[in-house]
Protein backbone atom coordinates (compact mmCIF):
# COMPACT_ATOMS: atom_id res chain seq x y z
CA UNK A 1 0.00 0.00 0.00
CA UNK A 2 0.91 3.17 -0.77
CA UNK A 3 0.25 4.70 2.69
CA UNK A 4 2.32 2.50 4.21
CA UNK A 5 5.53 3.18 2.52
CA UNK A 6 5.02 6.84 3.43
CA UNK A 7 4.48 6.34 6.81
CA UNK A 8 7.96 4.31 6.86
CA UNK A 9 9.58 6.98 5.40
CA UNK A 10 8.50 9.53 7.58
CA UNK A 11 9.71 7.61 10.18
CA UNK A 12 13.06 7.44 8.66
CA UNK A 13 12.64 11.34 7.88
CA UNK A 14 11.82 11.95 11.24
CA UNK A 15 14.10 10.46 13.15
CA UNK A 16 17.01 11.02 11.07
CA UNK A 17 15.80 14.76 11.42
CA UNK A 18 15.92 14.69 15.46
CA UNK A 19 18.93 12.14 15.39
CA UNK A 20 20.92 14.71 13.62
CA UNK A 21 19.59 18.03 15.03
CA UNK A 22 18.51 19.04 11.69
CA UNK A 23 16.33 21.12 13.77
CA UNK A 24 18.81 23.98 14.05
CA UNK A 25 18.46 24.30 9.87
CA UNK A 26 16.23 27.36 9.91
CA UNK A 27 16.29 30.00 6.81
CA UNK A 28 13.02 31.70 7.67
CA UNK A 29 14.20 32.44 11.07
CA UNK A 30 15.63 35.99 11.07
CA UNK A 31 15.57 36.56 14.96
CA UNK A 32 18.77 34.76 16.14
CA UNK A 33 17.65 34.53 19.89
CA UNK A 34 13.85 33.50 19.04
CA UNK A 35 15.67 30.53 16.80
CA UNK A 36 17.73 29.41 19.96
CA UNK A 37 14.55 29.03 22.55
CA UNK A 38 12.39 27.66 19.68
CA UNK A 39 15.41 25.52 18.88
CA UNK A 40 15.37 24.27 22.32
CA UNK A 41 12.05 23.66 22.99
CA UNK A 42 11.78 20.93 20.24
CA UNK A 43 15.41 19.11 21.24
CA UNK A 44 13.66 19.10 24.98
CA UNK A 45 11.47 16.77 24.05
CA UNK A 46 13.72 14.84 21.50
CA UNK A 47 15.21 12.12 24.03
CA UNK A 48 11.51 11.60 25.14
CA UNK A 49 10.26 10.86 21.40
CA UNK A 50 13.25 8.69 20.98
CA UNK A 51 12.62 6.79 24.07
CA UNK A 52 8.54 6.42 22.84
CA UNK A 53 9.37 5.59 19.18
CA UNK A 54 11.98 2.38 20.41
CA UNK A 55 9.33 0.89 23.35
CA UNK A 56 6.23 1.49 21.11
CA UNK A 57 8.71 -0.22 18.12
CA UNK A 58 9.28 -3.20 20.80
CA UNK A 59 5.63 -3.27 21.11
CA UNK A 60 3.93 -3.40 17.42
CA UNK A 61 6.74 -5.75 16.72
CA UNK A 62 6.25 -8.46 19.33
CA UNK A 63 2.47 -8.34 18.00
CA UNK A 64 3.36 -8.58 14.61
CA UNK A 65 4.41 -11.89 12.64
CA UNK A 66 5.64 -9.43 9.37
CA UNK A 67 9.18 -8.83 8.55
CA UNK A 68 8.58 -4.64 8.33
CA UNK A 69 6.51 -2.37 10.25
CA UNK A 70 5.84 0.96 9.24
CA UNK A 71 4.49 3.50 11.74
CA UNK A 72 5.27 7.03 12.42
CA UNK A 73 5.86 7.58 16.35
CA UNK A 74 6.06 11.63 15.96
CA UNK A 75 2.36 11.16 14.69
CA UNK A 76 1.09 9.42 17.34
CA UNK A 77 2.82 10.85 19.95
CA UNK A 78 1.37 14.32 18.54
CA UNK A 79 -2.01 13.27 17.95
CA UNK A 80 -2.26 12.13 22.14
CA UNK A 81 -0.57 15.31 23.45
CA UNK A 82 -2.90 17.26 21.68
CA UNK A 83 -5.70 15.23 22.98
CA UNK A 84 -4.18 15.93 26.07
CA UNK A 85 -5.38 19.51 26.11
CA UNK A 86 -8.66 18.30 26.78
CA UNK A 87 -8.14 15.71 29.73
CA UNK A 88 -8.11 16.68 33.13
CA UNK A 89 -6.39 14.86 36.23
CA UNK A 90 -5.66 11.04 36.14
CA UNK A 91 -6.65 11.17 32.24
CA UNK A 92 -4.42 14.33 31.43
CA UNK A 93 -1.13 12.36 33.45
CA UNK A 94 -1.71 9.24 31.84
CA UNK A 95 -1.43 10.47 28.57
CA UNK A 96 1.55 12.61 29.16
CA UNK A 97 3.54 9.63 31.19
CA UNK A 98 2.02 7.46 28.36
CA UNK A 99 4.17 9.38 25.70
CA UNK A 100 7.21 8.78 28.34
CA UNK A 101 7.23 12.55 29.32
CA UNK A 102 8.52 12.75 33.50
CA UNK A 103 5.82 15.69 34.37
CA UNK A 104 8.32 16.51 37.42
CA UNK A 105 10.90 16.97 35.26
CA UNK A 106 9.19 18.51 31.82
CA UNK A 107 7.10 21.13 32.08
CA UNK A 108 3.52 20.64 30.49
CA UNK A 109 3.74 23.53 28.41
CA UNK A 110 7.64 22.87 27.89
CA UNK A 111 5.95 19.60 25.77
CA UNK A 112 3.44 21.65 23.90
CA UNK A 113 5.95 23.87 22.98
CA UNK A 114 8.04 21.65 21.68
CA UNK A 115 5.92 20.03 19.65
CA UNK A 116 4.73 23.00 17.98
CA UNK A 117 7.90 23.80 16.92
CA UNK A 118 8.52 20.11 15.43
CA UNK A 119 5.58 20.21 13.70
CA UNK A 120 6.58 23.31 12.25
CA UNK A 121 9.82 22.55 11.32
CA UNK A 122 8.48 19.07 9.68
CA UNK A 123 5.89 21.30 7.64
CA UNK A 124 8.76 23.31 6.18
CA UNK A 125 9.08 22.28 2.68
CA UNK A 126 11.95 21.42 1.00
CA UNK A 127 12.94 21.62 -2.53
CA UNK A 128 12.24 17.87 -3.20
CA UNK A 129 10.43 16.43 -0.86
CA UNK A 130 6.84 17.48 0.21
CA UNK A 131 5.33 16.16 3.57
CA UNK A 132 2.25 17.50 5.09
CA UNK A 133 0.41 15.99 8.36
CA UNK A 134 -2.71 17.04 10.12
CA UNK A 135 -4.41 16.07 12.73
CA UNK A 136 -8.64 16.20 13.39
CA UNK A 137 -10.24 15.31 16.58
CA UNK A 138 -13.93 14.35 15.85
CA UNK A 139 -15.79 14.23 18.52
CA UNK A 140 -19.52 14.06 19.55
CA UNK A 141 -21.96 16.47 19.64
CA UNK A 142 -22.87 15.79 22.62
CA UNK A 143 -20.19 16.72 23.95
CA UNK A 144 -19.72 20.54 24.76
CA UNK A 145 -16.01 21.72 23.15
CA UNK A 146 -14.60 24.43 25.05
CA UNK A 147 -13.48 27.54 23.12
CA UNK A 148 -9.45 26.99 25.08
CA UNK A 149 -9.06 23.55 24.05
CA UNK A 150 -9.88 24.29 20.70
CA UNK A 151 -7.76 27.45 20.28
CA UNK A 152 -4.62 25.17 21.98
CA UNK A 153 -5.57 22.42 19.30
CA UNK A 154 -5.67 24.84 16.72
CA UNK A 155 -2.49 27.04 17.64
CA UNK A 156 -0.46 24.45 19.30
CA UNK A 157 -1.00 21.13 17.15
CA UNK A 158 -2.54 22.77 13.70
CA UNK A 159 -5.38 20.72 14.71
CA UNK A 160 -9.30 20.78 13.96
CA UNK A 161 -12.15 19.88 16.27
CA UNK A 162 -14.77 18.91 14.67
CA UNK A 163 -18.46 18.23 16.16
CA UNK A 164 -19.57 15.09 14.97
CA UNK A 165 -22.81 13.06 15.03
CA UNK A 166 -21.69 9.63 16.00
CA UNK A 167 -25.00 8.56 15.97
CA UNK A 168 -25.48 8.54 12.31
CA UNK A 169 -21.98 6.37 11.42
CA UNK A 170 -22.25 6.90 8.18
CA UNK A 171 -22.13 10.49 7.93
CA UNK A 172 -19.38 10.45 10.37
CA UNK A 173 -17.80 7.78 8.52
CA UNK A 174 -17.95 10.08 5.68
CA UNK A 175 -17.11 13.44 7.84
CA UNK A 176 -14.06 11.61 8.67
CA UNK A 177 -12.75 10.32 5.35
CA UNK A 178 -13.86 13.48 3.77
CA UNK A 179 -10.94 15.60 5.76
CA UNK A 180 -7.83 12.71 5.51
CA UNK A 181 -8.96 12.78 1.66
CA UNK A 182 -9.01 16.57 1.23
CA UNK A 183 -5.50 16.60 4.01
CA UNK A 184 -3.77 13.83 1.58
CA UNK A 185 -4.88 15.39 -1.90
CA UNK A 186 -6.86 12.61 -2.45
CA UNK A 187 -4.10 10.10 -1.59
CA UNK A 188 -5.43 7.96 0.83
CA UNK A 189 -9.15 7.65 0.78
CA UNK A 190 -11.40 5.35 2.94
CA UNK A 191 -9.34 5.11 5.63
CA UNK A 192 -12.01 4.27 7.74
CA UNK A 193 -14.00 1.46 7.03
CA UNK A 194 -15.90 0.71 10.31
CA UNK A 195 -16.97 2.96 13.33
CA UNK A 196 -17.89 1.63 16.32
CA UNK A 197 -21.58 1.98 17.86
CA UNK A 198 -21.24 4.15 20.46
CA UNK A 199 -17.89 5.72 19.49
CA UNK A 200 -17.50 8.93 20.87
CA UNK A 201 -14.22 10.67 19.43
CA UNK A 202 -12.57 9.63 16.48
CA UNK A 203 -8.63 10.75 16.54
CA UNK A 204 -7.10 10.96 13.32
CA UNK A 205 -3.58 11.67 11.90
CA UNK A 206 -2.67 11.91 8.55
CA UNK A 207 0.71 12.05 6.50
CA UNK A 208 1.29 13.27 3.13
CA UNK A 209 4.69 12.49 2.09
CA UNK A 210 6.31 12.43 -1.48
CA UNK A 211 10.38 12.55 -2.21
CA UNK A 212 12.75 10.83 -3.93
CA UNK A 213 13.89 7.28 -2.43
CA UNK A 214 17.27 8.68 -1.38
CA UNK A 215 15.58 10.26 2.12
CA UNK A 216 16.20 6.66 2.90
CA UNK A 217 20.12 6.33 3.12
CA UNK A 218 20.19 9.50 5.93
CA UNK A 219 18.83 6.74 8.28
CA UNK A 220 22.67 5.76 8.49
CA UNK A 221 22.88 8.81 10.64
CA UNK A 222 20.99 6.75 13.46
CA UNK A 223 24.31 5.21 14.49
CA UNK A 224 25.77 7.12 17.72
C1 LIG B 1 -0.10 -13.50 11.55
O1 LIG B 1 -0.16 -14.51 10.53
C2 LIG B 1 -1.42 -15.14 10.41
C3 LIG B 1 -1.29 -16.26 9.39
O2 LIG B 1 -0.52 -15.88 8.29
C4 LIG B 1 -2.48 -14.12 10.02
O3 LIG B 1 -3.74 -14.73 9.90
C5 LIG B 1 -2.52 -13.04 11.10
O4 LIG B 1 -3.43 -12.03 10.72
C6 LIG B 1 -1.14 -12.43 11.30
N1 LIG B 1 -1.17 -11.50 12.42
C7 LIG B 1 -0.70 -10.27 12.35
C8 LIG B 1 -0.79 -9.45 13.58
O5 LIG B 1 -0.19 -9.83 11.34
C1 LIG C 1 10.27 11.77 37.61
O1 LIG C 1 11.37 12.59 37.90
C2 LIG C 1 11.61 12.75 39.28
C3 LIG C 1 12.72 13.78 39.44
O2 LIG C 1 13.78 13.53 38.58
C4 LIG C 1 11.94 11.39 39.89
O3 LIG C 1 12.15 11.52 41.28
C5 LIG C 1 10.77 10.43 39.63
O4 LIG C 1 11.09 9.14 40.09
C6 LIG C 1 10.44 10.38 38.15
N1 LIG C 1 9.24 9.60 37.96
C7 LIG C 1 9.17 8.55 37.15
C8 LIG C 1 7.84 7.89 37.05
O5 LIG C 1 10.13 8.16 36.53
C1 LIG D 1 2.32 24.09 6.66
O1 LIG D 1 2.63 24.87 5.54
C2 LIG D 1 1.50 25.29 4.80
C3 LIG D 1 1.95 26.03 3.57
O2 LIG D 1 3.34 26.13 3.47
C4 LIG D 1 0.61 26.14 5.68
O3 LIG D 1 -0.53 26.51 4.97
C5 LIG D 1 0.22 25.34 6.91
O4 LIG D 1 -0.54 26.14 7.78
C6 LIG D 1 1.45 24.85 7.63
N1 LIG D 1 1.09 23.96 8.71
C7 LIG D 1 1.76 23.96 9.87
C8 LIG D 1 1.35 22.91 10.84
O5 LIG D 1 2.66 24.73 10.13
C1 LIG E 1 -27.90 12.51 14.67
O1 LIG E 1 -28.09 11.36 13.86
C2 LIG E 1 -29.23 10.62 14.17
C3 LIG E 1 -29.22 9.35 13.33
O2 LIG E 1 -29.12 9.65 11.97
C4 LIG E 1 -30.48 11.48 13.92
O3 LIG E 1 -31.63 10.75 14.26
C5 LIG E 1 -30.37 12.75 14.77
O4 LIG E 1 -31.44 13.62 14.47
C6 LIG E 1 -29.05 13.46 14.51
N1 LIG E 1 -28.93 14.57 15.46
C7 LIG E 1 -28.68 15.82 15.05
C8 LIG E 1 -28.59 16.84 16.12
O5 LIG E 1 -28.51 16.10 13.89
Known sequence: MPSSISWGLLLLAGLS?????????????????????????????TPNLAEFAFSLYRVLA????????????VSIAMAL??????????????ILEGLGFNLTETAEADIHQGFQHLLQTLNKSKS??????????????????????????KNLYHSEAFSTNFTNTEEAKRQINTY???????????????????SVLALVNYIFFKGP?????QSSMLKP
Open 17 to 45: CLATGCLIEDSEESDASKHDQENSASHRI
Open 62 to 73: HHSNTTNIFFSP
Open 81 to 94: ASLSLGTKADTHTQ
Open 128 to 153: QLQLTTGSGLFIDHNLKLLDKFLEDV
Open 180 to 198: VEKGTQGKIVDLVKNLDRG
Open 213 to 217: LTVAP
